[in-house]
Nanobody, 121 residues
Framework: QVQLVESGGGLVQSGGSLRLSCAAS????????MGWYRQVPGQSRELVAG???????ESGDSLKGRFTISNGDTKDTVILQIDSLKPEDTGVYYC???????????????WGRGTQVTVSP
């Protein structure tokens, strides 16, 4: 099992920046990838950015440029830097990890509870 804890959300003015952090803990063999998704009001959850253990980055098609994903300073932590925030970025940002419980076991996806990002005009 993997537990994910997100932090760093909050209220920010348009044009500002936020740094979201997600830390994984629990009992698992390895984490293959971690990423960030978001759900803005009235829309389905969408990929913001993902980062594999091999360093491959995947970005949401409409979200490139202002969102930067990177590994955190501690193991099994991923950071999402969001710059030039816009009111339409308001929503809940979720961390996801794909992890395996043992060698050869099929990896499973785990989700955090989300952190609220609110951008004022």
């Amino acid at each position: 099992q993997v537990q994910l804890v997100e932090s760093g959300g909050g209220l920010v003015q348009s044009g500002g920046s936020l740094r979201l952090s997600c830390a994984a803990s629990g009992t698992f063999f390895t984490i293959y990838a971690m990423g960030w998704y978001r759900q803005v009001p009235g829309q389905s959850r969408e990929l913001v950015a993902g980062l594999t253990s091999a360093g491959i980055i995947e970005s949401g098609d409409s979200l490139k440029g202002r969102f930067t994903i990177s590994n955190g300073d501690t193991k099994d932590t991923v950071i999402l830097q969001i710059d030039s925030l816009k009111p339409e970025d308001t929503g809940v940002y979720y961390c996801k990890a794909r992890a395996g419980s043992a060698p050869g076991k099929i990896a499973e996806d785990y989700w955090g509870r989300g952190t609220q990002v609110t951008v004022s005009p």
